[in-house]
């Protein structure tokens, strides 16, 4: 038999609260994150906004690792992870003893790095690069730092399935604990603002200028975003046994991958992927109270999503907001603070809104997507969207516990 798994601990580190808390306070507010950026020069940009985590030092947070020897990436990661280990009020002694690991989520790792070695290398050749700058490229050290830092001596495992990274990490941490593989697990995502994603996407024309609108009838693309998302996941009977606060149980996940097109969504296969995690969760689709949406702001992911969700919801599916409207779209952390927010919902009685919705799009009817307001409401059941270029869909169900 499956253990049951349940979510203890909260580690947001975002452009609208650090901390659950204050991260539970920003989605309530409707806050927006977005400001000018600041982490690369972006002057040369039509486009200059961003979801960057405003005085993010991550000697704030973490005790054992040196944040010089880590890149930006790798540091949201590891102060993330401590402070939902913080979160969950259990020693980080007692994870160092047991069965205990990380599986972290992300798109461009360390892409930051890359970029300053490639400054480095066209202003001075080859010989100029710096020892320790090269040690941070490589992106499986996000799930390391993780386990460095708190002392973890199971697997460190970092997931790069792009902006569904969080939603994969969450899946395998959940089955690692449910196959008593694992005691306790740290998921989640990471990733920086970083110039080749900001000029990527804004070649694509999948970026707006100021404001990401999702599901608004004159949505123009999304913004990126960065931040540390980290969960703390242990089984329900330790949870029970310790008297920790349980902020959710994961029922269940579904993943596939269509493949079809680098960029373009599919909407059959996205349909295919929630069947998956209804069937992995036990559950039926009228069950769902609350669906966090992928939602980009993007004409086509928008249209999209609603699509599938129409075909597996009907005419009347549950209120469906996107996150991403607050903190711009924050990439492989991105579905990992979904499951933050799903699980601050669960246990605070409120959906999520979608900021800056003006008009409703006749194109995607029947779509509540909770407009620019939180909204009071019991979730017993909650559905998180990722989607990911390539087709990697992910999408994750927690409940309240029974």
Same mark, same amino acid.
């Given at each position: 038999?499956?253990?049951?798994? *349940?979510?203890?601990?909260?580690?947001?580190? !975002? !452009?609208?609260?650090?901390?659950?808390?204050?991260?539970?306070?920003? +989605?309530?507010?409707?806050? !927006?994150?977005?400001?000018?950026?600041?982490?690369?020069?972006?002057?040369?940009?039509?486009?200059?906004?961003?979801?960057?985590?405003?005085?993010?030092?991550?000697?704030?947070?973490?005790?054992?690792?040196?944040?010089?020897?880590?890149?930006?990436? !790798?540091?949201?990661?590891?102060?993330?992870?401590?402070?939902?280990?913080?979160?969950?009020?259990?020693?980080?002694?007692?994870?160092?003893?047991?069965?205990?690991? &990380?599986?972290?989520?992300?798109?461009?790792?360390?892409?930051?790095?890359?970029?300053?070695?490639?400054?480095?290398?066209? =202003?001075?050749?080859?010989?100029?690069?710096?020892?320790?700058?090269?040690?941070? *490229?490589?992106? &499986?050290?996000?799930?390391?730092?993780?386990?460095?830092?708190?002392? +973890?001596?199971? $697997?460190?495992?970092?997931?790069?399935?792009?902006? &569904?990274?969080?939603?994969?990490?969450?899946?395998?941490?959940?089955?690692?604990?449910?196959? @008593?593989?694992?005691?306790?697990?740290?998921?989640?995502?990471?990733?920086?603002?970083?110039?080749?994603?900001?000029?990527?996407?804004?070649?694509?024309?999948?970026?707006?200028?100021?404001?990401?609108?999702?599901? @608004?009838?004159?949505?123009?693309?999304?913004?990126?975003?960065?931040?540390?998302?980290? +969960?703390?996941? $242990?089984?329900? @009977?330790?949870?029970?046994?310790?008297?920790?606060?349980?902020?959710?149980? *994961?029922?269940?996940?579904?993943?596939?991958?269509?493949?079809?097109?680098?960029?373009?969504?599919?909407?059959? &296969?996205?349909?295919?992927?929630?069947?998956? =995690?209804?069937?992995? =969760?036990?559950?039926?689709?009228?069950?769902?109270?609350?669906?966090?949406?992928?939602?980009?702001?993007?004409?086509?992911?928008?249209?999209?999503?609603?699509?599938?969700?129409?075909?597996?919801?009907?005419?009347?599916?549950?209120?469906?907001?996107?996150?991403?409207?607050?903190?711009?779209?924050?990439?492989?952390?991105?579905?990992?603070?979904?499951?933050?927010?799903?699980?601050?919902?669960?246990?605070?009685?409120?959906?999520?809104?979608?900021?800056?919705?003006?008009?409703? @799009?006749?194109?995607?009817? =029947?779509?509540?997507?909770?407009?620019?307001?939180?909204?009071?409401?019991?979730?017993?059941?909650?559905?998180?969207?990722?989607?990911?270029?390539?087709?990697?869909?992910?999408?994750?169900?927690?409940?309240?516990?029974?």
């Amino acid at each position: 038999m499956k253990r049951r798994v *349940v979510i203890t601990g909260l580690g947001p580190i !975002s !452009s609208i609260g650090t901390g659950a808390d204050a991260f539970a306070e920003g +989605l309530r507010q409707g806050r !927006s994150g977005i400001s000018p950026i600041s982490s690369f020069d972006a002057s040369g940009f039509p486009y200059r906004m961003a979801g960057e985590v405003p005085g993010f030092a991550a000697g704030d947070h973490v005790r054992r690792i040196r944040p010089e020897e880590w890149g930006r990436s !790798s540091q949201f990661a590891a102060a993330a992870a401590r402070l939902a280990v913080q979160d969950a009020g259990i020693d980080p002694r007692r994870l160092a003893a047991a069965r205990a690991g &990380s599986c972290i989520g992300t798109t461009g790792g360390e892409a930051g790095a890359v970029e300053q070695l490639s400054e480095q290398e066209v =202003a001075g050749g080859f010989e100029s690069w710096r020892p320790e700058l090269a040690r941070q *490229v490589p992106s &499986s050290r996000l799930a390391v730092a993780v386990n460095r830092e708190l002392g +973890l001596t199971g $697997e460190a495992l970092t997931i790069s399935t792009a902006c &569904s990274a969080s939603n994969y990490a969450l899946g395998y941490a959940y089955t690692a604990i449910a196959a @008593d593989d694992a005691d306790y697990m740290i998921a989640g995502g990471a990733e920086g603002v970083y110039r080749w994603s900001h000029a990527g996407f804004y070649r694509l024309g999948a970026m707006t200028e100021e404001r990401c609108s999702p599901f @608004d009838r004159d949505r123009e693309g999304m913004l990126t975003g960065e931040g540390g998302a980290a +969960l703390f996941l $242990e089984p329900l @009977d330790s949870a029970e046994r310790r008297g920790a606060r349980i902020y959710a149980e *994961v029922l269940g996940y579904g993943l596939n991958c269509d493949a079809g097109h680098m960029v373009a969504p599919d909407s059959s &296969s996205i349909a295919a992927c929630m069947r998956r =995690a209804h069937r992995s =969760a036990g559950i039926d689709a009228e069950q769902v109270d609350y669906i966090c949406a992928h939602g980009t702001g993007t004409p086509a992911n928008d249209a999209a999503e609603t699509r599938a969700v129409r075909e597996i919801f009907g005419d009347t599916p549950p209120p469906m907001s996107s996150v991403k409207s607050m903190l711009g779209h924050t990439m492989g952390a991105a579905s990992g603070f979904g499951a933050i927010a799903c699980a601050l919902g669960i246990a605070g009685g409120f959906m999520p809104p979608t900021i800056n919705f003006s008009n409703p @799009d006749p194109q995607l009817p =029947a779509i509540d997507p909770v407009p620019n307001a939180a909204r009071p409401a019991r979730l017993r059941v909650v559905q998180n969207n990722g989607f990911a270029f390539g087709g990697n869909n992910a999408i994750t169900i927690l409940g309240e516990v029974a």
